[in-house]
């Protein structure tokens, strides 16, 4: 977080410049002024003033021409040992600027260069030229200080300010991350939806077409079942109009009193299911094996519809009179097989554009870490197994769906 004198500065950067600027032109002079008290001051007053002018006004290109803003301002304090001032840092104040607008605007090597450089040339100027020969340590010792300390300051300063960049840009990629992942269950949601709206309605027409079906051809033979079948058809349509409406009602607001809140269909749901299945001429016939156990409602859901959509294939394509389906418990693992009794000389393999219902069941079963079979049997007909574990091995996101 920056301060609100550094905000200022970056908002006034011209200004800014100027005064420190002008600043440094009077800490020029007052440095040319500072020496030995037995030692003749220079008296070269117009030198120095230009020397101090042209240090001081070629800060104003600091941002945008460091290094050669570096080497004006190198020139211009050797220009001053040559005349005869101490080399103090009221004197090298534009060089140590220039120094440290170097070291944020370039890397570590190229202001390492520029150090060891202006320090030669200053150090070179004061063991040379300097006609009040002032005492060795201020010679070295003093500009190693002086010019050292912008080059570290301006170093540190740019490389705080990577580390926050880094931050910000990790910050701001898993800000990213986080609505990808967001937009990524949405579509895993949406899919999950379109799944359950396919199973519905799948079952409930075909059940629906084929207890229609029945009722037109016993019309005229038997019309007294007529009336049973007929009632049984506006059962199925009534549960497949509840079942649409609470599925398509996940998609309302969360806050919205409408929104159904019906439990998720389950295995204990299937003496309704094959009752309805009968009713359409398909017998069905439910076996158990084991002891029943208490399924996590993902598992349950899942075992419910895969049973549902199994029966469904039967009614619209096998052309079977009848059905079993098999529940066999295990520890920790629950096996279902739904097999038909349809002709052997059935084709073996769905026609271009059908099948998906298989590809659901698989989908599902996998969605709780189960596994999915299904094929036609030697002695005819067709088997679908499926199994489930008692406990899924992975996430379920079916807990929600009625």
């Avoid at 019309?223 to 049973?228: H, K, M, N, T, Y």
């Amino acid at each position: 977080m920056s301060l609100p004198w550094q905000r200022y500065a970056d908002d006034h950067a011209r200004t800014v410049d100027t005064m420190t600027a002008a600043v440094l032109f009077a800490c020029f002079l007052f440095g040319s002024e500072i020496h030995f008290p037995n030692a003749a001051p220079p008296e070269a007053v117009g030198p120095t003033i230009a020397l101090a002018a042209v240090a001081c006004g070629s800060l104003f290109w600091q941002r945008s021409r460091p290094r050669t803003v570096v080497a004006v301002t190198a020139l211009c304090s050797a220009g001053a040992v040559a005349l005869g001032d101490l080399l103090t840092p009221l004197l090298l104040g534009p060089l140590m600027l220039a120094l440290y607008r170097l070291a944020l605007a370039t890397d570590r090597g190229t202001t390492r260069i520029a150090f060891f450089a202006t320090l030669a040339l200053v150090t070179i100027a004061a063991f040379t030229v300097d006609p009040l020969d002032h005492p060795w340590p201020l010679k070295t010792l003093g500009p190693v200080a002086w010019l050292l300390l912008p080059v570290a300051t301006g170093n540190g300063v740019r490389l705080r300010r990577a580390y926050v960049e880094a931050i910000q840009a990790r910050a701001e990629y898993a800000e990213r991350s986080r609505e990808e992942e967001a937009r990524h269950r949405v579509a895993e949601e949406r899919m999950r939806i379109a799944r359950e709206l396919h199973d519905v309605v799948a079952h409930h027409l075909a059940l629906a077409n084929a207890q229609a079906g029945t009722a037109a051809h016993l019309a005229r033979t038997h019309p007294a079942q007529v009336e049973r079948i007929l009632t049984d058809l506006a059962g199925t349509t009534s549960s497949a109009l509840r079942e649409m409406k609470a599925t398509v009602g996940l998609l309302r607001q969360a806050d919205d009193p409408a929104a159904p809140l019906a439990p998720s269909p389950g295995l204990g749901q299937l003496p309704e299911l094959t009752d309805a299945f009968g009713s359409a001429g398909l017998t069905v016939h439910v076996s158990t094996e084991g002891s029943p156990r208490t399924l996590s409602p993902g598992v349950d859901l899942t075992a419910y519809r895969i049973v549902q959509e199994a029966l469904t294939n039967v009614a619209k394509h096998a052309g079977a009179g009848a059905a079993r389906v098999r529940l066999r418990y295990r520890d920790d693992q629950l096996t279902i097989t739904v097999t038909d009794d349809g002709a052997p000389t059935a084709p073996a393999a769905p026609a271009p554009g059908q099948g998906f219902g298989l590809i659901g069941m698989r989908e599902r079963a996998r969605s709780v870490g189960g596994a999915l079979q299904a094929g036609r049997r030697p002695e005819g007909g067709f088997e679908v197994t499926t199994r489930l574990p008692l406990y899924p091995t992975a996430p379920e996101r079916e807990e929600r769906t009625p």
